[in-house]
C-alpha cells in the first residue's frame, strides 16, 4: 500500500456533500456503528443530547440490542447504508480497531461529525489518511479519550506542564496486561455473525470465538495490543503533559516478558518498552500485574501498578483513573466530581454546533495510537532499538521497521472500495 504523505493526500479533490447547520435547540440524528460493549454505553449518554435514528453491526445479536435503544430506528448490517441516510448528522463508531479508520473516512466523506472509540487507528498510515481527511472535509472528529474530560488528569497535565514538579526525570506509564493463552480450535461461524466483514480489511482467518467481541483486542490482526488499548488513554495524557501530543518520540526498544503461544493470542502481552523523545525524559511503558518475567525487563518499577508516574526535581505525581497522588500534596488543587465519560461526549456535541476543534481531535488521536503502534511494531521486531522520524513518520534507515508503518488491506476492504 502506498504511504500518503500530508501534502499529497491534501492535494486530493474531495467532492462534500452540503451539511445542514444545527441550531441551538436542534437534536442531531445518531448513528451507531458496533452495537457492542463500548457502543451500548457511549449512545445511552448521547440520548440525552440527540436522536437515535440509525445503527448498524455485522452480528445480528448486537445490532437487536442497538436498535433496542431506540424503537422505530433504522438498523442495518452493512454500515454504508447508515451513511447513506440524510437523518444521520452524527456517527458513534464503536467497532473494533481495524474497523475505525475505514468506517471514519467514510462517515466524515459523507459529511457526518464522528465520535470514535480509540484507539483511532490500526496503523501508523491510517492515522495520516484520517487527519487528512478531517481537514480537507472539515468535519468534527473527537476521539474517546474521554480522559481528557477528567479532572484528575486535566490537573496532572497542568501540573507537569507548569512546572509545578519540577524538571522531569523520567515517566512511567503502567498497562492492564492483555490477556494469553491458546492454541484455540477453529468452530462454525454462528449464525447471526458475518465473520467476513467482521474481519474486514484483516486477513482471513478461520473463526475462533477468541477472536471476536472484546476479546478481538488479542490479536495482532485487529489491534496493537495493551500500547494501543490502554496505552492510548494513558499515553494520551503522557503526550499532553510532555507537550508531545502533535509529535512523538524519536527511539524505542524493549522487551517481551512473555512471549505469544502459537496459535493463540498473539499480541505481546507482557512487556517493557522504553521511548526517548527529542528532548525531555526518557518514558517507559510497562505492563502490570505481571506474573512471568521471562527475561531480564528493561526496568521494573516497584512502585507502579497503573496509571502514570511523572518523577520530577521536585515532585513525583501518580495519576490513574479515579486516584491523584502527589509527594507534595499541597500542589494538588481540589478535584470537582465529574463524569469524564459524559463530559467527554457532551465536549464533543458542542463542537458539532460550535465547529470548534474538541478536545481530541483527530492529530491528537492519531498521535497517541501512533505511540502504541511503535512500540508493538518495536516488539514484534524482537525489541530492537529503532529510530523513528515523528515529522516524516517512518523509521530511520530501517526498510523492515518501515514495512509495518501500514498494513495490506484485504480486498475489497480497502479505501479504493468503500
Ligand atoms: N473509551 C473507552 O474507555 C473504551 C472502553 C471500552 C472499549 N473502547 C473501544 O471501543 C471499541 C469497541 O470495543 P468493545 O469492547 O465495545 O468491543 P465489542 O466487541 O463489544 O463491540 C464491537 C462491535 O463492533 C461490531 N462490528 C465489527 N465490525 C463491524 C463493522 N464492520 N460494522 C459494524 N459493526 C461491526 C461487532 O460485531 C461488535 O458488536 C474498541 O475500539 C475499544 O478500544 C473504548
Redesign the pocket.
Given at each position: 500500500m502506498t504511504v500518503l504523505t500530508r501534502r499529497t493526500f491534501a492535494a486530493a479533490a474531495v467532492a462534500l456533500p452540503a451539511r445542514k447547520t444545527l441550531a441551538a435547540n436542534d437534536r442531531p440524528g445518531i448513528a451507531l456503528?458496533?452495537?457492542?460493549?463500548?457502543?451500548l454505553r457511549v449512545t445511552k449518554y448521547c440520548l440525552a443530547l440527540g436522536n437515535l435514528v440509525a445503527c448498524?453491526?455485522?452480528?445480528s445479536t448486537?445490532l437487536a440490542a442497538g436498535a433496542a435503544l431506540a424503537p422505530g430506528a433504522f438498523a442495518h448490517?452493512d454500515?454504508r447504508r447508515v451513511l447513506e441516510r440524510k437523518d444521520v448528522d452524527i456517527v458513534i463508531n464503536?467497532?473494533?480497531?481495524h474497523?475505525?479508520t475505514l468506517?471514519n473516512i467514510a462517515a466524515l466523506k459523507a459529511g457526518k461529525d464522528v465520535y470514535s472509540?480509540?484507539?483511532l487507528t490500526l496503523t501508523i498510515e491510517e492515522g495520516r489518511r484520517l487527519v487528512n481527511t478531517a481537514r480537507t472535509t472539515g468535519r468534527i472528529l473527537q476521539t474517546?479519550?474521554?480522559q481528557r474530560s477528567d479532572p484528575r488528569f486535566r490537573a496532572a497535565v497542568e501540573l507537569v506542564r507548569g512546572g509545578r514538579i519540577g524538571q522531569l526525570n523520567s515517566v512511567v506509564v503502567g498497562l492492564p496486561k492483555a490477556s494469553w493463552g491458546g492454541p484455540f480450535q477453529a468452530q462454525p461461524v454462528p449464525s447471526e455473525?458475518d465473520w467476513d466483514?467482521?474481519q474486514?480489511q484483516a486477513p482471513k482467518r478461520d473463526y475462533l470465538p477468541e477472536r471476536?467481541?472484546?476479546r478481538?483486542?488479542h490479536w495482532y490482526d485487529y489491534c496493537s495490543g495493551p500500547l494501543t488499548?490502554w496505552g492510548c488513554?494513558h499515553n494520551d495524557i503522557m503526550l499532553w503533559a510532555l507537550g508531545m501530543d502533535h509529535s512523538g518520540p524519536v527511539s524505542v526498544q524493549g522487551v517481551s516478558h512473555l512471549d505469544p503461544v502459537p496459535g493463540g493470542y498473539d499480541v505481546h502481552s507482557q512487556f517493557t518498552v522504553q521511548y526517548r523523545f527529542a528532548s525531555g525524559p526518557p518514558v517507559t511503558c510497562v505492563t502490570m500485574y505481571t506474573e512471568q518475567f521471562g527475561k531480564t525487563p528493561l526496568v521494573v518499577p516497584s512502585d507502579m501498578i497503573c496509571g502514570i508516574k511523572f518523577a520530577g526535581t521536585q515532585a513525583t505525581l501518580r495519576v490513574d483513573r479515579g486516584m491523584i497522588e502527589c509527594s507534595r500534596p499541597e500542589l494538588l488543587p481540589e478535584i470537582p466530581q465529574v463524569n469524564s465519560?459524559r463530559a467527554h461526549i457532551e465536549n464533543f456535541f458542542e463542537c458539532v454546533r460550535s465547529r470548534k476543534e474538541p478536545l481530541c481531535p483527530p492529530e491528537v488521536g492519531h498521535r497517541a495510537a501512533s505511540f502504541g503502534h511503535l512500540g508493538s511494531i518495536c516488539l514484534r521486531l524482537g525489541g530492537r532499538p529503532l529510530r523513528w522520524d515523528p515529522d516524516k513518520e517512518r523509521f530511520i534507515g530501517d526498510a523492515e521497521a518501515n514495512r509495518y508503518v501500514a498494513r495490506e488491506q484485504r480486498k475489497p476492504y480497502s479505501y479504493e472500495k468503500l
Amino acid at each position: 500500500m502506498t504511504v500518503l504523505t500530508r501534502r499529497t493526500f491534501a492535494a486530493a479533490a474531495v467532492a462534500l456533500p452540503a451539511r445542514k447547520t444545527l441550531a441551538a435547540n436542534d437534536r442531531p440524528g445518531i448513528a451507531l456503528i458496533g452495537c457492542g460493549g463500548r457502543g451500548l454505553r457511549v449512545t445511552k449518554y448521547c440520548l440525552a443530547l440527540g436522536n437515535l435514528v440509525a445503527c448498524s453491526d455485522v452480528d445480528s445479536t448486537h445490532l437487536a440490542a442497538g436498535a433496542a435503544l431506540a424503537p422505530g430506528a433504522f438498523a442495518h448490517k452493512d454500515f454504508r447504508r447508515v451513511l447513506e441516510r440524510k437523518d444521520v448528522d452524527i456517527v458513534i463508531n464503536a467497532t473494533p480497531d481495524h474497523w475505525h479508520t475505514l468506517i471514519n473516512i467514510a462517515a466524515l466523506k459523507a459529511g457526518k461529525d464522528v465520535y470514535s472509540e480509540k484507539p483511532l487507528t490500526l496503523t501508523i498510515e491510517e492515522g495520516r489518511r484520517l487527519v487528512n481527511t478531517a481537514r480537507t472535509t472539515g468535519r468534527i472528529l473527537q476521539t474517546g479519550s474521554q480522559q481528557r474530560s477528567d479532572p484528575r488528569f486535566r490537573a496532572a497535565v497542568e501540573l507537569v506542564r507548569g512546572g509545578r514538579i519540577g524538571q522531569l526525570n523520567s515517566v512511567v506509564v503502567g498497562l492492564p496486561k492483555a490477556s494469553w493463552g491458546g492454541p484455540f480450535q477453529a468452530q462454525p461461524v454462528p449464525s447471526e455473525l458475518d465473520w467476513d466483514f467482521y474481519q474486514g480489511q484483516a486477513p482471513k482467518r478461520d473463526y475462533l470465538p477468541e477472536r471476536t467481541h472484546f476479546r478481538y483486542r488479542h490479536w495482532y490482526d485487529y489491534c496493537s495490543g495493551p500500547l494501543t488499548d490502554w496505552g492510548c488513554h494513558h499515553n494520551d495524557i503522557m503526550l499532553w503533559a510532555l507537550g508531545m501530543d502533535h509529535s512523538g518520540p524519536v527511539s524505542v526498544q524493549g522487551v517481551s516478558h512473555l512471549d505469544p503461544v502459537p496459535g493463540g493470542y498473539d499480541v505481546h502481552s507482557q512487556f517493557t518498552v522504553q521511548y526517548r523523545f527529542a528532548s525531555g525524559p526518557p518514558v517507559t511503558c510497562v505492563t502490570m500485574y505481571t506474573e512471568q518475567f521471562g527475561k531480564t525487563p528493561l526496568v521494573v518499577p516497584s512502585d507502579m501498578i497503573c496509571g502514570i508516574k511523572f518523577a520530577g526535581t521536585q515532585a513525583t505525581l501518580r495519576v490513574d483513573r479515579g486516584m491523584i497522588e502527589c509527594s507534595r500534596p499541597e500542589l494538588l488543587p481540589e478535584i470537582p466530581q465529574v463524569n469524564s465519560e459524559r463530559a467527554h461526549i457532551e465536549n464533543f456535541f458542542e463542537c458539532v454546533r460550535s465547529r470548534k476543534e474538541p478536545l481530541c481531535p483527530p492529530e491528537v488521536g492519531h498521535r497517541a495510537a501512533s505511540f502504541g503502534h511503535l512500540g508493538s511494531i518495536c516488539l514484534r521486531l524482537g525489541g530492537r532499538p529503532l529510530r523513528w522520524d515523528p515529522d516524516k513518520e517512518r523509521f530511520i534507515g530501517d526498510a523492515e521497521a518501515n514495512r509495518y508503518v501500514a498494513r495490506e488491506q484485504r480486498k475489497p476492504y480497502s479505501y479504493e472500495k468503500l
